[in-house]
């Protein structure tokens, strides 16, 4: 098909020679060098791939309504035509790309030219080719401020990897597809040509995510656990969880083991090819519970009916003291669970205590609070496992990123046994709300929180730190059919992973490995999304296939309307961004994938990340808004909604840095879209959120929590104060991110709170025609407000496992294309342009 998926170079083609030497073993995209590239006619132009839409009308404060979204774009469609590298500072050694505005070139090649050290003018001058003629095209540049010789955590551990869970739903779509769709499945997630997971995740015990609930001991009072079933027979079965680890395992071993190893590689003894596996239990057999439901308590139950559900502060019956049969019980059960697996060729790395302990959830569940949790592992689960399973690690909380900091306090006090037995932490990226648009959205000063909590605790420097489980809910992307949903949860993957990668965070792994079209199965209708969907029914010898298997039980049609995606054909899917050729073994391959891809596939286990934030050139240049005009661009705020944080960043120029002044109402308001298409008009709190320490947005038509604001200006300067009505000492401030804001330093997300009126951080810089409230408080140089973060954002990584030894991330979340510069310390590396709704990985050595 024309349209298809551009295929791989071969796995054993070696880049040119052109910087006197070839890769050691590295298993390259790319078969030429800058050289090579430059043989391209100089009329290519590096992704000018959709027209940026309109933008935000940002009229004279105040509006009297919400801007209006039918004016003019900024003219920062004027991109620069080539990417350019400058001199000898690094050697060039690829860019890929994948780009809203042509959804079925994904990970497409960018070329790149060699500028030449002298450039004759036409007046017949030499000129030093080394400038990079910064802001000399139509939209102003923005630089990437990256420092290759400055790690962000050079005594804690490397990245260990990303990967996702094998769970009972994902065994059983795997079951559905044929040999050719298993192939594929397993090339695409753990082989060479994939995007190269190195961490697997399995459930101890059903989880939402089956077909029922399940235990491997279901006798009452058995607490020698005589009848736990040592070949956990229901995972075990064929092509099951256990199959589906094992060859896995066998993929990836062959992709990224030894023989494809770099030597000499700095990767503070983290390795690729070494594919780690952990289980999560989400809940005990019923019998060890304590009834929760009214039901079971009515009918004076001794303990539950079934698993799902829990009681808190614990879900065990008799707790978790020391005396607890039950929690002594529940800690062998994790033992045999343990070696049975080990049996069967999967030794698990670790396990996290629970899944979920803060929710007491209509699913599997088992509740604990901190203090109940720091007991079982302390005087139970942490002995045991020392006893017969010395080196497995054990990860405490698994939960979200509210209360992260909260839970190590407790668990990690060198008071409590708990904190001799816990080597790692691990969380979730999910934030609540019906419409679960918060997920991934808030929580990065936490991760930050919690790498100074671990420092004052004196916690050893290889404790892990890690995303544990992600995904999107509810439905899936190929359903819903709305590319602008699909696509937006693409780039909140990336987002997060990069956000939380330079907060700190050792890997990232998302909840389900596969799912049916419509995000199941699950048997408590809890439908989500994955990067990889089985639609067996589409491939090239599915006509005889169902859409829909027998287990799934959900009602998606009553739900949601019908399946969009069935209901396209294989062309028009393959112009939308899901491969051809893909559907062909019967598997619908998301935007997500690749946006994981652009990530994974290169920032292998053994990476570490740098120094990396994006700037201004200088005062009053702005990367999506054109000196002298005052109208933001990047198109709609899609973070303008309750919830969000207010942080600060350097300016972009952008609607997420757009507030506008209510006199009247003396609300500072912004106004934007949500990824439905839904109006959203928030106002800035006026209290902290107790959870994150920052100030969040609220609706304005609350009843409560929206801030009144007196502006009080400065008579000797520019600055102005937004003081709290009825409070003459509480004003908004700035406040500096711990851990030094980790690998985006002290600009990169910078808190706004609520503090002392006379401090120099409650000084802002206001412009009503511009709507942008600007600090200069931080030494570091000045930022400005943002509704959540910018528009646009890098990563930029170490990787000496990697295709290249340098990896810099770019993603573009706005409607408008990017000019960008990009430095390593003083020296000029490259320069190019990323198109709208667009990710880029560039590589260098």
């Not at 890929?96 to 007046?123: D, V």
């Not at 295709?803 to 320069?831: F, M, R, W």
Request: net charge negative; hydrophobic share 35%.
């Amino acid at each position: 098909m024309k349209n298809e998926t551009k295929p791989l170079l071969d796995k054993n083609v070696q880049e040119s020679n052109v910087y006197n030497g070839t890769k050691r073993g590295t298993k390259s995209w790319f078969g030429f060098g800058v050289l090579a590239i430059s043989l391209v006619g100089l009329g290519i132009l590096i992704g000018i791939t959709l027209n940026p839409q309109s933008s935000l009308d940002t009229t004279s404060s105040p509006p009297p309504t919400p801007p209006s979204q039918d004016d003019d774009p900024p003219s920062t469609s004027r991109n620069r035509p080539l990417c350019r590298t400058y001199g000898e500072n690094a050697r060039f050694a690829g860019i890929l790309q994948t780009s809203m505005g042509s959804p079925s070139e994904q990970w497409s090649h960018i070329p790149c030219f060699a500028q030449p050290k002298k450039t004759r003018l036409w007046a017949g001058q030499e000129s030093s080719a080394d400038a990079a003629n910064i802001n000399g095209f139509g939209a102003p540049d923005a630089i990437f401020k990256v420092n290759f010789s400055k790690p962000a955590f050079p005594d804690r551990q490397p990245i260990i990897g990303f990967g996702a869970a094998f769970t009972e739903a994902a065994s059983l779509n795997y079951q559905s597809l044929s040999l050719a769709g298993k192939r594929q499945l397993m090339e695409l997630l753990f082989g060479e040509t994939g995007i190269g997971y190195s961490i697997g995740r399995v459930h101890m015990n059903s989880c939402d995510f089956s077909v029922e609930s399940y235990s491997f001991d279901e006798v009452d009072g058995d607490f020698e656990l005589v009848h736990f079933d040592t070949n956990v027979t229901h995972d075990a079965e064929k092509d099951g969880m256990i199959d589906m680890i094992r060859l896995a395992m066998t993929v990836f071993n062959k992709a990224w083991g030894d023989g494809n190893q770099k030597t000499n590689a700095d990767t503070g003894g983290v390795e690729d090819g070494d594919f780690n596996v952990f289980a999560s239990p989400w809940s005990p057999p019923s019998w060890m519970k304590q009834p929760s439901s009214k039901k079971d308590i009515k009918a004076g139950l001794d303990h539950a009916s079934g698993m799902t559900g829990s009681t808190t502060p614990s879900c065990l019956r008799e707790g978790t003291g020391k005396d607890s049969k039950y929690a002594k019980a529940w800690a062998l059960y994790f033992s045999k669970f343990i070696s049975a697996y080990k049996n069967h060729g999967v030794p698990l790395k670790a396990i996290t205590v629970q899944n979920e302990p803060e929710f007491p959830a209509p699913w599997e569940a088992c509740g604990y609070t901190p203090e109940t949790e720091a007991d079982f592992v302390g005087y139970h689960l942490g002995p045991q496992l020392e006893r017969d399973h010395p080196d497995i690690r054990i990860f405490m909380f698994d939960h979200n990123k509210d209360h992260l900091v909260t839970w190590a306090k407790t668990l990690l006090d060198k008071n409590h046994p708990s904190s001799n037995y816990i080597t790692g932490s691990a969380y979730h990226w999910y934030a609540g709300g019906m419409d679960r648009l918060l997920d991934g959205a808030v929580g990065s000063p936490n991760m930050h929180r919690m790498q100074s909590e671990l420092r004052r605790l004196d916690v050893p420097n290889d404790h892990l730190v890690f995303n544990s489980e992600a995904c999107h809910c509810p439905y899936t992307g190929y359903a819903g059919g709305d590319i602008d949903v699909y696509w937006a949860r693409a780039e909140r993957y990336a987002h997060t992973i990069l956000a939380d990668l330079a907060a700190g965070s050792n890997g990232w792994v998302e909840w389900n490995l596969i799912l049916d079209s419509v995000g199941g199965p699950n048997h408590l209708h809890n439908l989500c999304d994955a990067t990889i969907l089985a639609v067996p029914h589409r491939a090239i010898d599915g006509s005889d296939i169902p859409p829909t298997m027998d287990w799934e039980t959900t009602d998606s049609k009553k739900t949601f309307g019908p399946n969009v995606g069935d209901g396209r054909t294989r062309e028009e899917l393959n112009a939308l961004g899901f491969p051809a050729k893909y559907l062909d073994v019967g598997l619908a391959v998301q935007p997500m994938y690749y946006y994981m891809g652009h990530i994974s596939r290169y920032v292998r286990p053994g990476s570490r990340p740098v120094m990396g934030l994006v700037d201004n050139s200088s005062d009053g240049f702005r990367a999506f808004r054109l000196p002298g005009e005052d109208v933001a661009g990047g198109g709609v705020n899609d973070l303008a909604r309750h919830g969000i944080e207010l942080t600060a960043w350097p300016c972009e120029g952008s609607t997420r840095q757009q507030f506008h002044w209510q006199h009247k109402h003396r609300h500072i308001q912004v106004y934007g879209h949500d990824w439905l298409g839904n109006p959203t008009q928030s106002c800035v709190s006026d209290n902290v959120d107790e959870s994150f320490l920052g100030i969040t947005l609220e609706d304005c038509d609350g009843d409560t929590g929206v801030g009144l604001f007196d502006m009080i200006k400065d008579k000797s300067s520019d600055y102005i104060k937004f003081r709290l009505e009825g409070d003459l000492d509480r004003c908004l401030v700035l406040k500096r991110l711990e851990n030094e804001g980790g690998a985006y330093g002290p600009r990169g997300g910078a808190q706004v709170t609520f503090g002392d009126c006379d401090s120099p951080s409650a000084n802002w810089i206001y412009s009503e025609t511009r709507n942008e409230i600007l600090s200069d408080y931080l030494p570091e140089g000045s930022v400005c407000m943002t509704t959540g973060w910018p528009f646009l954002q890098i990563g930029a990584f170490e990787t000496p496992n990697g295709e290249s030894d340098k990896t810099i991330v770019v993603l573009n979340e706005s409607q408008d294309s990017a000019n960008y510069v990009l430095y390593d310390g003083d020296d000029l590396v490259l320069s190019g342009s990323i198109p709208p709704h667009s990710i880029q990985t560039i590589l260098l050595d």
